[in-house]
C-alpha cells in the first residue's frame, strides 16, 4: 500500500512539474492561435530561444537564475515583435497550408541556427544552489527545483488568470479572440493587441522553455521534438482560452508520466490514443468555444 | 412520412420553427407555409431573422425545436444535400461561389450534381456534353454568355449575383429560396432578375427575401412579415401596404412622431 | 408578360439553339479539357532517355519516381480536395510496413505485396479518415499528425512484428512475375517503378478530371456552395482520402521492394514534412507540380545535404519562406505568369 501510495505522489509530483512547462510554453499559443487564427508551428522554437538565452548568460556570462530567466523572457518576447511585423503578418487569414509552410521553414531555419551556434548536444543547465537538491515533507523527499517550477507556474497562471478576467487588456484580448471584426469596429486596436499578444505568448514560452530546460532538455530539435505535445495541449484544451491549456497541460503531463512509469513499453502511444478520444468527444477542445477563431 | 392534414401538401411548411443561441431566440413559434406555386416576399426590417429562416430551412442551420416540411415529408433531421434532392434550392445573401473555377464551371456543378453525376470517377467531366450546354443554355438566360470562361471572382459583384441565382435555377428545384437576390446588382442589370423571375415554371414555388419595395410588389402574390424572429403578418401587397402594423415596423420612431 | 408566352420564346431559343450544339469557346474549352497534350509526354520521354542516359543513377532514379508518386497521392488531398495534412506517411508507412512485415513472413511476391499495401494503405486512410474528416482547423490538422505518429509510435514498440528501431532489414522478394529480378545496378527497380507510377499518374489524372474530381475542386473553393448544390461532401472527402492513402501506400511498398528495408522513417515527420515542400516547389494542386518539385527538391538535398546536413535545415527553411512569400505557385506558377505576360 505504501508502494502504490509512493508511486501516486512522484507521478503526482512529477506530472505536475511537467505540466507546468508545458503549458508555460503552450498557453501562449492558445491565445495567439484563437486571436489571430494562426497555425504557428514554430511556438516552441521561442521556447527554445528562451532556453538558449538563458543557458548563455547562466554559463557564459555567470548572469544570476533569475536576472537570466527574466532578462531570456524579455529578450525573445520583444524580439517576436520584430518576425511577427515583418513575416507573421502577411499570413494572417491567409491559407492555412501556407502558415503551415512558412512555421515549418522557420523551425527548420531555427534547427539550423542553433545547432551552428551551440552544437548538436544538449545544453547543461545547473539550477542554483539554493534551488538545489531535495526538501522534506512528512518524510518524503521532493526535489526543489520541480517544487520551484510547480510553484512558478502557479503563480503564472493566477496572474495570466486574473489579468485576462478583471483588466481592461485582458477584456480587450477575450473580445478580439470572440469576434475580431467586431472588435475593431468598437475601435480596440487588433494590430497592436495582436503584436502585444503576439509578445507576451511568446515571451511566457521562453519562460517555460528557460525553467523548464531540467525537464525538457535544450537542443536543437527542441521546437519539433515537443510540437506534437505543444499541439495537444492547445487542441485538447480549446484555442483562445488560457483555462483550457492549463487543464489539458495537467492532464497531458500527469497522465504522460503515469504511462511512462506504468506502461513504459508503449511510450507515447497512450497518451496519442487518449487525445484522439478527446478530441473525437470535443473537437474544439475542452474549453474551445463556439465562436470565431 | 406525410403529416395528418386535409387538403393539398405544401410546397414547404414549418411548423413551430425554433433557434436559439444560447439565451438568445432567433426565431421564436414560425408556422410558415409556402403553397406550390406560389410567389412570395419575405420582408422585415434588419435583424428580423429572414436569413436565419432559410438557414433553418434549408439545413444550414439545425433548429432548437420545430418541424420542416417539404412536400410533405418531414426534412428537420435531414442534412442540406438531402434537402437539396428535395427539390430545394438556395441562394445565399452573400455570393458564395466557386470563386476560382469558371462562371461556366459553376453552373456545371450544380447540373451535375442534379444529374447524379457529380460523383462519377471513371470518365472525364468534359465528357457530359450535355452538363455543360444545359449550363451555357442557363447562362445565355441570365446574360453572362459572355463571361462563360471567365473565372468566377473576376466578375463585378452585381454579375456574380447573377451566377448566384443561375446556380440555383441549374438545380431544378421545385422550391426555391432567394436570398436578396437584387442586392448589389447595379439596376441596368435587375431587369434579368426580374424577367428570369416571371418566367419560372408555374408550379416552383418561390420565396424572395428582398429589401427593394418595387421589387417585391410587382413579384410577389403573397407577402410575410417577419419581425424579431417571429411573423408579424400576412397577406396580399395591398393588405399589407395599408396595414398600420407593418409601417410602425419600418418606419418605427417616424410614424411615432 | 404572360408566363406561357414567355416560356414558349425560351422553349423555342432552346431548341433553335440545340443542334448543332452551341460552340461557344468556353464550351469547347471545358469539354476538352481532359485531353491529352503532347506536353504531357515530356516526364515520361525524360524518363526514358534517364533509363539509356544515367545508368549509375538508375536506383537514385527509383527513388524519385517512388516520392513523385508518393507526391500525386498528398496532392490530390492537399491540392485538390484542400485538406492540409501532416501525416501522410502514416500510408506510405502502411504499405511499406505491410510489405516488409509479409516478405519478413515469407510472402515474396512482389505484384501481390503492391496490392496488399495498397489495400492496407487505403484501409487506413478509411478508417483515420472517418475520424479525421469528421473536424476542422486545427483540431483536423493534428489528428492528421496524431496518426502518423501513433503509427510510428506503435512500430517502434512493437519489435517484434516491425524489428522497432531498427526496422526490417535484408528482405527478400522474389523477382517480377517470375521474371524480373531486382538486380544490383537498379535497372528493374526503375522500369519497375516507372510502369507503377505511370499507372498511378494515369488514374489520378482520370479521377481529376472526372465529375468527382471537379467537386473535390467545388468542395475546396466553397464547401457551403457544395452543400447547398446537394452534394455529399463527407463522402466525397472520404473517398479522396482513402485513394489518397492507397496510393501512399502503393509507394510505400515501392520502397520496401527495392531497397528491401523497412525503418521507421517511412512513417516520419520528416517524410510528411518533406512531401509538402515538394509540392509547394513544384506547384500545389497542379497535378505536375509533384513532377517538378520532387526532383528538384531530391537533387537539392543530395547535394547540399552531402556538404553538411546543417547548411541544408538552413537552406531549405529559408528557400521554403522565400517561395511562401514571393512564388506561392511553384515552379509552375512562375512558368504560368511568365506566359502570361508574354501573350501580352
Same mark, same amino acid.
Request: aromatic share 10%; net charge positive; hydrophobic share 50%.
Given at each position: 500500500?505504501?508502494?502504490?501510495?509512493?508511486?501516486?505522489?512522484?507521478?503526482?509530483?512529477?506530472?505536475?512539474?511537467?505540466?507546468?512547462?508545458?503549458?508555460?510554453?503552450?498557453?501562449?499559443?492558445?491565445?495567439?492561435?484563437?486571436?489571430?487564427?494562426?497555425?504557428?508551428?514554430?511556438?516552441?522554437?521561442?521556447?527554445?530561444?528562451?532556453?538558449?538565452?538563458?543557458?548563455?548568460?547562466?554559463?557564459?556570462?555567470?548572469?544570476?537564475?533569475?536576472?537570466?530567466?527574466?532578462?531570456?523572457?524579455?529578450?525573445?518576447?520583444?524580439?517576436?515583435?520584430?518576425?511577427?511585423?515583418?513575416?507573421?503578418?502577411?499570413?494572417?487569414?491567409?491559407?492555412?497550408?501556407?502558415?503551415?509552410?512558412?512555421?515549418?521553414?522557420?523551425?527548420?531555419?531555427?534547427?539550423?541556427? #542553433?545547432?551552428?551556434?551551440? /552544437?548538436? !548536444?544538449?545544453?547543461?543547465?545547473?539550477?542554483?544552489?539554493?534551488?538545489? %537538491?531535495? *526538501?522534506? $515533507?512528512?518524510?518524503?523527499?521532493?526535489?526543489?527545483?520541480?517544487?520551484?517550477?510547480?510553484?512558478?507556474?502557479?503563480?503564472?497562471?493566477?496572474?495570466?488568470?486574473?489579468?485576462?478576467?478583471?483588466?481592461?487588456?485582458?477584456?480587450?484580448?477575450?473580445?478580439?479572440?470572440?469576434?475580431?471584426?467586431?472588435?475593431?469596429?468598437?475601435?480596440?486596436?487588433?494590430?497592436?493587441?495582436?503584436?502585444?499578444?503576439?509578445?507576451?505568448?511568446?515571451?511566457?514560452?521562453?519562460?517555460?522553455?528557460?525553467?523548464?530546460?531540467?525537464?525538457?532538455?535544450?537542443?536543437?530539435?527542441?521546437?519539433?521534438?515537443?510540437?506534437?505535445?505543444?499541439?495537444?495541449?492547445?487542441?485538447?484544451?480549446?484555442?483562445?482560452?488560457?483555462?483550457?491549456?492549463?487543464? #489539458?497541460?495537467?492532464?497531458? /503531463?500527469? !497522465?504522460?508520466?503515469?504511462?511512462?512509469?506504468?506502461?513504459?513499453?508503449? %511510450?507515447? *502511444?497512450? $497518451?496519442?490514443?487518449?487525445?484522439?478520444?478527446?478530441?473525437?468527444?470535443?473537437?474544439?477542445?475542452?474549453?474551445?468555444?463556439?465562436?470565431?477563431? | 412520412?406525410?403529416?395528418?392534414?386535409?387538403?393539398?401538401?405544401?410546397?414547404?411548411?414549418?411548423?413551430?420553427?425554433?433557434?436559439?443561441?444560447?439565451?438568445?431566440?432567433?426565431?421564436?413559434?414560425?408556422?410558415?407555409?409556402?403553397?406550390?406555386?406560389?410567389?412570395?416576399?419575405?420582408?422585415?426590417?434588419?435583424?428580423?431573422?429572414?436569413?436565419?429562416?432559410?438557414?433553418?430551412?434549408?439545413?444550414?442551420?439545425?433548429?432548437?425545436?420545430?418541424?420542416?416540411?417539404?412536400?410533405?415529408?418531414?426534412?428537420?433531421?435531414?442534412?442540406?444535400?438531402?434537402?437539396?434532392?428535395?427539390?430545394?434550392?438556395?441562394?445565399?445573401?452573400?455570393?458564395?461561389?466557386?470563386?476560382?473555377?469558371?462562371?461556366?464551371?459553376?453552373?456545371?456543378?450544380?447540373?451535375?450534381?442534379?444529374?447524379?453525376?457529380?460523383?462519377?470517377?471513371?470518365?472525364?467531366?468534359?465528357?457530359?456534353?450535355?452538363?455543360?450546354?444545359?449550363?451555357?443554355?442557363?447562362?445565355?438566360?441570365?446574360?453572362?454568355?459572355?463571361?462563360?470562361?471567365?473565372?468566377?471572382?473576376?466578375?463585378?459583384?452585381?454579375?456574380?449575383?447573377?451566377?448566384?441565382?443561375?446556380?440555383?435555377?441549374?438545380?431544378?428545384?421545385?422550391?426555391?429560396?432567394?436570398?436578396?437576390?437584387?442586392?448589389?446588382?447595379?439596376?441596368?442589370?435587375?431587369?434579368?432578375?426580374?424577367?428570369?423571375?416571371?418566367?419560372?415554371?408555374?408550379?416552383?414555388?418561390?420565396?424572395?427575401?428582398?429589401?427593394?419595395?418595387?421589387?417585391?410588389?410587382?413579384?410577389?402574390?403573397?407577402?410575410?412579415?417577419?419581425?424579431?424572429?417571429?411573423?408579424?403578418?400576412?397577406?396580399?401587397?395591398?393588405?399589407?401596404?395599408?396595414?398600420?402594423?407593418?409601417?410602425?415596423?419600418?418606419?418605427?420612431?417616424?410614424?411615432?412622431? | 408578360?404572360?408566363?406561357?408566352?414567355?416560356?414558349?420564346?425560351?422553349?423555342?431559343?432552346?431548341?433553335?439553339?440545340?443542334?448543332?450544339?452551341?460552340?461557344?469557346?468556353?464550351?469547347?474549352?471545358?469539354?476538352?479539357?481532359?485531353?491529352?497534350?503532347?506536353?504531357?509526354?515530356?516526364?515520361?520521354?525524360?524518363?526514358?532517355?534517364?533509363?539509356?542516359?544515367?545508368?549509375?543513377?538508375?536506383?537514385?532514379?527509383?527513388?524519385?519516381?517512388?516520392?513523385?508518386?508518393?507526391?500525386?497521392?498528398?496532392?490530390?488531398?492537399?491540392?485538390?480536395?484542400?485538406?492540409?495534412?501532416?501525416?501522410?506517411?502514416?500510408?506510405?508507412?502502411?504499405?511499406?510496413?505491410?510489405?516488409?512485415?509479409?516478405?519478413?513472413?515469407?510472402?515474396?511476391?512482389?505484384?501481390?505485396?503492391?496490392?496488399?499495401?495498397?489495400?492496407?494503405?487505403?484501409?487506413?486512410?478509411?478508417?483515420?479518415?472517418?475520424?479525421?474528416?469528421?473536424?476542422?482547423?486545427?483540431?483536423?490538422?493534428?489528428?492528421?499528425?496524431?496518426?502518423?505518429?501513433?503509427?510510428?509510435?506503435?512500430?517502434?514498440?512493437?519489435?517484434?512484428?516491425?524489428?522497432?528501431?531498427?526496422?526490417?532489414?535484408?528482405?527478400?522478394?522474389?523477382?517480377?512475375?517470375?521474371?524480373?529480378?531486382?538486380?544490383?545496378?537498379?535497372?528493374?527497380?526503375?522500369?519497375?517503378?516507372?510502369?507503377?507510377?505511370?499507372?498511378?499518374?494515369?488514374?489520378?489524372?482520370?479521377?481529376?478530371?472526372?465529375?468527382?474530381?471537379?467537386?473535390?475542386?467545388?468542395?475546396?473553393?466553397?464547401?457551403?456552395?457544395?452543400?447547398?448544390?446537394?452534394?455529399?461532401?463527407?463522402?466525397?472527402?472520404?473517398?479522396?482520402?482513402?485513394?489518397?492513402?492507397?496510393?501512399?501506400?502503393?509507394?510505400?511498398?515501392?520502397?520496401?521492394?527495392?531497397?528491401?528495408?523497412?525503418?521507421?522513417?517511412?512513417?516520419?515527420?520528416?517524410?510528411?514534412?518533406?512531401?509538402?515542400?515538394?509540392?509547394?516547389?513544384?506547384?500545389?494542386?497542379?497535378?505536375?507540380?509533384?513532377?517538378?518539385?520532387?526532383?528538384?527538391?531530391?537533387?537539392?538535398?543530395?547535394?547540399?545535404?552531402?556538404?553538411?546536413?546543417?547548411?541544408?535545415?538552413?537552406?531549405?527553411?529559408?528557400?521554403?519562406?522565400?517561395?511562401?512569400?514571393?512564388?506561392?505557385?511553384?515552379?509552375?506558377?512562375?512558368?504560368?505568369?511568365?506566359?502570361?505576360?508574354?501573350?501580352?
Amino acid at each position: 500500500m505504501g508502494g502504490y501510495f509512493s508511486a501516486v505522489i512522484s507521478i503526482a509530483f512529477h506530472g505536475t512539474a511537467f505540466a507546468m512547462v508545458l503549458y508555460l510554453v503552450s498557453v501562449g499559443l492558445s491565445v495567439t492561435m484563437g486571436l489571430m487564427g494562426f497555425v504557428n508551428l514554430a511556438h516552441g522554437v521561442f521556447a527554445a530561444a528562451g532556453g538558449y538565452v538563458m543557458t548563455t548568460l547562466l554559463n557564459d556570462y555567470n548572469v544570476p537564475f533569475p536576472a537570466a530567466v527574466v532578462l531570456a523572457a524579455i529578450a525573445v518576447g520583444l524580439a517576436s515583435i520584430v518576425l511577427e511585423r515583418t513575416l507573421y503578418r502577411r499570413f494572417y487569414g491567409g491559407a492555412e497550408l501556407d502558415q503551415v509552410l512558412m512555421t515549418i521553414g522557420l523551425i527548420f531555419m531555427s534547427i539550423a541556427v #542553433a545547432k551552428y551556434i551551440w /552544437g548538436p !548536444s544538449q545544453q547543461p543547465m545547473q539550477p542554483p544552489s539554493y534551488l538545489s %537538491g531535495h *526538501f522534506d $515533507i512528512a518524510g518524503r523527499d521532493f526535489p526543489t527545483y520541480r517544487s520551484f517550477i510547480i510553484a512558478a507556474g502557479a503563480v503564472v497562471v493566477t496572474v495570466l488568470w486574473l489579468g485576462l478576467d478583471r483588466t481592461r487588456l485582458g477584456a480587450k484580448i477575450r473580445a478580439a479572440v470572440d469576434n475580431r471584426r467586431m472588435a475593431q469596429s468598437v475601435g480596440i486596436n487588433t494590430s497592436g493587441l495582436f503584436s502585444f499578444t503576439f509578445a507576451l505568448g511568446t515571451g511566457l514560452a521562453a519562460l517555460g522553455g528557460a525553467l523548464g530546460a531540467e525537464i525538457l532538455p535544450i537542443f536543437p530539435g527542441y521546437s519539433l521534438d515537443h510540437l506534437i505535445y505543444f499541439l495537444i495541449v492547445v487542441a485538447v484544451g480549446g484555442l483562445g482560452t488560457i483555462r483550457g491549456p492549463f487543464f #489539458a497541460a495537467m492532464l497531458l /503531463g500527469i !497522465s504522460d508520466t503515469a504511462f511512462k512509469y506504468l506502461l513504459p513499453e508503449f %511510450g507515447s *502511444f497512450f $497518451i496519442y490514443a487518449l487525445t484522439l478520444v478527446v478530441l473525437l468527444w470535443r473537437p474544439k477542445g475542452l474549453f474551445g468555444q463556439t465562436g470565431r477563431a | 412520412m406525410n403529416p395528418v392534414g386535409e387538403g393539398a401538401t405544401f410546397a414547404l411548411e414549418t411548423r413551430a420553427l425554433n433557434k436559439s443561441f444560447g439565451a438568445l431566440a432567433v426565431t421564436h413559434d414560425v408556422d410558415f407555409r409556402l403553397e406550390k406555386g406560389s410567389r412570395q416576399a419575405l420582408i422585415g426590417p434588419n435583424g428580423a431573422g429572414k436569413t436565419t429562416f432559410v438557414n433553418l430551412v434549408s439545413g444550414a442551420l439545425a433548429p432548437s425545436g420545430g418541424q420542416i416540411f417539404i412536400a410533405g415529408e418531414e426534412v428537420t433531421a435531414f442534412q442540406q444535400a438531402r434537402r437539396v434532392k428535395l427539390g430545394l434550392a438556395r441562394t445565399f445573401q452573400i455570393n458564395t461561389l466557386f470563386r476560382g473555377l469558371s462562371v461556366l464551371e459553376n453552373v456545371c456543378l450544380a447540373i451535375g450534381e442534379r444529374l447524379g453525376a457529380g460523383g462519377r470517377l471513371f470518365r472525364p467531366a468534359g465528357a457530359r456534353r450535355d452538363v455543360i450546354e444545359s449550363a451555357y443554355l442557363l447562362l445565355e438566360r441570365l446574360n453572362l454568355a459572355e463571361d462563360a470562361g471567365r473565372p468566377v471572382r473576376e466578375l463585378p459583384y452585381g454579375r456574380q449575383r447573377l451566377v448566384e441565382i443561375a446556380i440555383a435555377l441549374g438545380l431544378e428545384p421545385k422550391v426555391l429560396l432567394l436570398d436578396e437576390p437584387a442586392a448589389g446588382v447595379p439596376s441596368t442589370e435587375s431587369g434579368i432578375i426580374i424577367e428570369v423571375i416571371e418566367s419560372l415554371p408555374a408550379d416552383l414555388a418561390l420565396l424572395i427575401i428582398e429589401h427593394d419595395m418595387d421589387l417585391v410588389f410587382r413579384l410577389a402574390h403573397r407577402i410575410t412579415v417577419m419581425v424579431q424572429g417571429s411573423i408579424l403578418t400576412e397577406g396580399t401587397p395591398r393588405e399589407i401596404a395599408a396595414d398600420f402594423r407593418v409601417r410602425e415596423v419600418y418606419l418605427g420612431e417616424r410614424a411615432r412622431r | 408578360m404572360t408566363d406561357a408566352s414567355q416560356r414558349e420564346t425560351l422553349l423555342a431559343r432552346k431548341l433553335a439553339a440545340a443542334p448543332p450544339a452551341p460552340s461557344s469557346p468556353a464550351v469547347l474549352a471545358l469539354s476538352r479539357r481532359h485531353r491529352f497534350r503532347p506536353l504531357e509526354a515530356l516526364p515520361w520521354i525524360a524518363a526514358a532517355f534517364g533509363f539509356f542516359a544515367f545508368p549509375d543513377y538508375l536506383s537514385l532514379g527509383a527513388q524519385v519516381f517512388i516520392t513523385i508518386l508518393f507526391a500525386l497521392s498528398a496532392d490530390l488531398i492537399i491540392g485538390y480536395t484542400g485538406i492540409v495534412t501532416l501525416g501522410q506517411a502514416a500510408f506510405f508507412g502502411t504499405g511499406a510496413y505491410t510489405c516488409g512485415i509479409l516478405a519478413a513472413h515469407g510472402w515474396t511476391e512482389p505484384l501481390s505485396l503492391l496490392i496488399f499495401g495498397t489495400a492496407a494503405g487505403a484501409l487506413v486512410g478509411f478508417l483515420s479518415g472517418f475520424v479525421v474528416l469528421r473536424t476542422q482547423g486545427l483540431t483536423q490538422l493534428m489528428l492528421t499528425l496524431i496518426v502518423a505518429i501513433m503509427l510510428q509510435e506503435g512500430a517502434n514498440k512493437a519489435t517484434d512484428l516491425t524489428g522497432g528501431a531498427n526496422g526490417l532489414q535484408g528482405m527478400e522478394i522474389a523477382p517480377i512475375l517470375g521474371l524480373f529480378n531486382f538486380d544490383l545496378f537498379g535497372r528493374v527497380a526503375y522500369l519497375y517503378c516507372l510502369a507503377i507510377l505511370f499507372l498511378g499518374w494515369l488514374a489520378l489524372r482520370m479521377i481529376v478530371h472526372s465529375p468527382f474530381g471537379r467537386s473535390l475542386t467545388g468542395i475546396r473553393e466553397s464547401e457551403a456552395r457544395m452543400h447547398a448544390i446537394g452534394s455529399p461532401v463527407f463522402r466525397r472527402r472520404l473517398l479522396a482520402y482513402t485513394i489518397s492513402a492507397a496510393v501512399a501506400g502503393a509507394a510505400g511498398v515501392l520502397l520496401a521492394e527495392t531497397t528491401q528495408v523497412v525503418a521507421l522513417d517511412a512513417l516520419g515527420f520528416d517524410r510528411s514534412g518533406g512531401v509538402l515542400i515538394m509540392l509547394i516547389i513544384g506547384g500545389v494542386g497542379r497535378l505536375y507540380g509533384a513532377f517538378v518539385g520532387v526532383p528538384l527538391y531530391m537533387i537539392a538535398q543530395d547535394r547540399l545535404a552531402q556538404q553538411d546536413p546543417i547548411y541544408w535545415y538552413f537552406w531549405i527553411g529559408l528557400f521554403l519562406l522565400l517561395i511562401v512569400l514571393f512564388a506561392r505557385g511553384g515552379v509552375l506558377g512562375l512558368i504560368d505568369k511568365l506566359r502570361r505576360r508574354w501573350v501580352r
